[in-house]
């Protein structure tokens, strides 16, 4: 997603977050309550919404943090493999160098 898709998308979702909590707080004003009974009210949407908000942003961080663990993990799962083709590799050519250096010296001999 680029970065103009994101925007646009956290536009819509602020949005939309906002539309309900002045909808809900309208409808809150103008329901038959007393002042102290529509403070509570209101006092415990937005706990509620705090809350809610709260769990998000715990949930968002924990599968960040897991993500980047499995990423971390085989990110150095694929170097020690690599690690390991290259030591094969290494030994295959010297190998290989050795076997041409006998036959150079036996042609030579």
Same mark, same amino acid.
């Given at each position: 997603m680029n970065d103009t898709n994101h925007n646009y998308a =956290? !536009? $819509?979702?602020v949005s939309l977050f906002t !539309? =309900? &909590? $002045?909808g809900a707080l309208v409808g809150m004003? &103008?329901?038959p309550k007393s002042g102290k009974e529509i403070r509570q009210d209101i006092k415990e949407k *937005? %706990? %509620?919404i705090a809350d809610k908000s709260k769990k998000s942003v715990d949930t968002a961080v924990t599968k960040t943090k897991d993500f980047i663990? #499995? *990423?971390g993990e085989v990110v150095s799962e694929k170097a020690k #493999? +690599? !690690?390991d083709l290259l030591s094969l590799k290494a030994e295959e050519v +010297? %190998? @290989?160098?050795k076997q041409k250096a006998e036959e150079v @010296? %036996? #042609?030579m001999s």
């Open positions: =956290l !536009g $819509v979702l !539309g =309900l &909590f $002045v004003l &103008f329901a *937005s %706990e %509620e663990d #499995k *990423s #493999k +690599a !690690g +010297a %190998e @290989e160098g @010296e %036996e #042609k």
